[in-house]
């Protein structure tokens, strides 16, 4: 496919960043569409592990990475991000990484605001990482863009201009004194703006240039569809839109460009901070699949809420996202667990509703219906990543097998991957290998 978009089907941390450097290779440009270093995209190649919050997926495939106008950047984790790749041997330069210039920097301020806030009365169990902040500032018109950062002179006139109104919020709304002041934030940032000016791009342009001109375009999602700030579970969503028409919107080109879109299906769900999980499992086998799939934040270290996959939620993003495919992850961390639940439908006020609820006082009321399916034992994986090559899903165990198939009947939507460890090379594809 030409365009494809990568997304998450769930709460985010299904294992998309994988996906994305897997399928790379395909494609002649990453394009990373919104959020920021909220996320934690976690890729293992030949034993060595990437851990990415800002950088495309792509980088290490060294293809051309993008991050588009949607993203909001901390060139402070831009920075590190970028030097961790220069120690090991794979620089990322501006032949490789290109920063649009719309795109909206993440400030101090934006940071000690998000911690401030999340002491207050509505607790949303954000990374902390100044993301919700950062696109208020944006839709407000205070922001500092790319293009600022990296041109002294823009840089000085968006700190005249921002500074005193988030300095004087910060102190009188969230009693925060410590803000670095104008000239140390000037010169922080300058630095880091000197540093960055050769990666200033259009990327709406170029996006629009490589597709008119054959070339491959691949999508990544960060966070997820029910973490959406539209059509997630309001208020305890992230910011941005992760779901897939943002891609086009983001990354600056026509909806008509996208040909193709992906969700990746955790074999289970997981969840980061508060709100709403109704197939949540609070008991001992949550902190057995917990342990099993190291589920704690990239970002945070957070243990992850864990709960039972939910078709419904599935459902829920094929409508808004329109899905061509799913990738599954993290099948080989369910080995052991003696029934699956599967949530297909829910009881609430009443009455089987077959939709994942999305109105609050639904939500809150909603006890998951379950299908229970039989679980299978522990397996070489390793052998059935080798076997696929032929035999496709058939080298799965059976039960693992009949898992697949199930989220694939209940969909409707095929499966094209099942990733069963963390390795780049751990995962089997749906035919025989190209
Ligand atoms: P924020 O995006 O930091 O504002 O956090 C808002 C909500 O989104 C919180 O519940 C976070 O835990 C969640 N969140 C943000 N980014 C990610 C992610 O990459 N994976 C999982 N949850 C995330």
Redesign the pocket.
Known sequence: MPSTVIL?AQ???EGKGKLVDYFSDRYDVIVRYQ??N???HTVQVAGMTYKMHLLPSGVIRRKRSLIASGVVVDPRVLKQETDFFTRHGLEIGPDILGVDFRAHIIMPWHTFW?AAREKGTQK??????G??PVYESKAARVGVRFEDLVKPESLKAALEHCYPFHARTLKEIFGVNELPSLEETFKQYNELGKQFRPYLCDASIEIDQALKNGKNVLFEG???TL?DNNFGTYP?????QPIAANAAASAGISPKLISAVEAVVKAYA??????PFPTELKDELGEQIRKRGNEY????G?P?RVGWLDLTAVELGKRLNGYDGIHITKLDVLAGVKKLNVCTAYQTNGKKINYFPTQHDELEKAKPVFETLPGFEEYDWQEACRKSAKEGFNALPNNARKYVEFIEKQSGVPVLSVSVGPGREEILLRGAKA
């Open positions: 998450g709460w985010g941390d959020g920021g909220n996320a934690g998000d949303i169990g954000t990374t902390g990482r993301i919700g960060a966070q997820a973490l305890y969503v992230t910011s941005s997981t969840r980061v901070g508060e709100g934040g990239t970002t945070t957070r992850r």
